[in-house]
C-alpha cells in the first residue's frame, strides 16, 4: 500500500546472525503492527507499538524485540536468528478504532539458513 | 486466549455460484469484525467490516454478523475466478487496539 512500506523485500540471512525489518508509514497513524504468516498457523501477532516508544508483547515474542524512535517507523529485530524464524513478516497500521481494522504492508520473506 | 476459527478449505464453487465463509470467535467481548482477502504472495486487504447483528452489503459482498452465536459469514454472490483467494476473519481487541485472525479459508472458484 502506498501508505506503508516494508523493507527489504526478501532476505537470506544465517543462523545467529541479527537481523532488522523496517516498517515506515506515511499516514500518521499510532497504532503498528509487526505479524508473522506460517502454513498451519495463520497470523500471528509478534509485537506492536501504540505510540512512540510505547510498545507491547504479542502472543510470539520470544526472539524478537521492537523500537520506534518516530511515529513513522517501526523496526523488528531478530536478535539471533533461527531457522524457526523463517517466515513471511507484515507490517500493519492502524488508527486504533474499533471500526478501523489495519492495513498492511507488502510483507517481507526473511529465510534463515 | 482469544481465538477465531475458521474451516481452512479449499471451498470450490462454480462461477456464478454463491460462496459462504463463516467464522466462529471465542471472545464474547469482541464488538467488531473484518473480512480481508489474500491473493497467494501477497498482503492481506481489507474487504468488508461489520459491527452490527445482522447483515451489511457492499456490491458482490454481504458479512453477516450473529453475536448471540458468536459467529461471522461472508457471502460472496456471482463468483468469479478472480476471487479465488484465501479469505480471513479477523475480531478486534477493544482492550488492546488488536485484530486476532482466524487460519483462513482457501476460495477456489472454477471457470
Known sequence: DAGITQSP???VTETGTPVTLRCHQT?????????????????RLIHYS????????????????????????FLLTLESATSSQTSVYFCAISPGT?????????GTRLTVV | QKEVEQNSG????????????NCTYSDRG????????QYSGKSPELIMSIYSNGDKEDGRFTAQLNKAS???????????????ATYLCAAWNSGYSTLTFGKGTMLLVSP
Open chain 2, 70 to 84: 458468536q459467529y461471522v459469514s461472508l457471502l460472496i454472490r456471482d463468483s468469479q475466478p478472480s476471487d479465488s
Open chain 2, 30 to 37: 469482541s464488538q467488531s469484525f473484518f473480512w480481508y482477502r
Open chain 1, 50 to 73: 501504540y505510540g512512540v516508544k510505547d510498545t507491547d508483547k504479542g502472543e510470539v515474542s520470544d526472539g524478537y524485540s521492537v523500537s520506534r524512535s518516530k511515529t513513522e517507523d
Open chain 1, 27 to 43: 499516514e500518521n497513524h499510532r497504532y503498528m503492527y509487526w505479524y508473522r504468516q506460517d502454513p498451519g498457523h495463520g497470523l
Open chain 2, 10 to 21: 479449499p471451498l470450490s464453487v462454480p462461477e456464478g455460484a454463491i460462496a459462504s465463509l
Open chain 1, 98 to 106: 474499533a471500526s478501523s481494522g489495519y492495513t498492511f504492508g507488502s
Open chain 1, 9 to 11: 523485500r526478501h532476505k
